[in-house]
């Protein structure tokens, strides 16, 4: 059965798994790679308006004369 556990990257950058984990020759494992704190702090944040006016946009967007408008911008197909 699979079984996650959390490991840390060494100042040489080698995965440290904890000492209690036992690991069988040749056996399979996935790594994810994880976000830093400070990489997600420095990201926008998605405000609640973003969110809530995606939907009206979203209407806008697919209209036909919003199609017309930006036809000029499309490669002839």
Aim: glycine share 2%; net charge negative; proline share 6%.
């Amino acid at each position: 059965m699979p079984k996650t556990v959390e490991a840390v990257v060494d100042e040489d950058g080698y995965i440290r798994l904890p000492d209690s984990i036992s690991l069988k020759r040749d056996q399979r494992v996935l790594v994810t790679i994880l976000e830093e704190e400070e990489e997600r702090a420095s990201e926008p944040p998605v405000t609640e308006t973003v969110l809530l006016s995606e939907g009206a946009l979203a209407e806008d967007w697919t209209r036909e004369e919003e199609d017309e408008a930006w036809k000029h911008l499309q490669p002839d197909q």
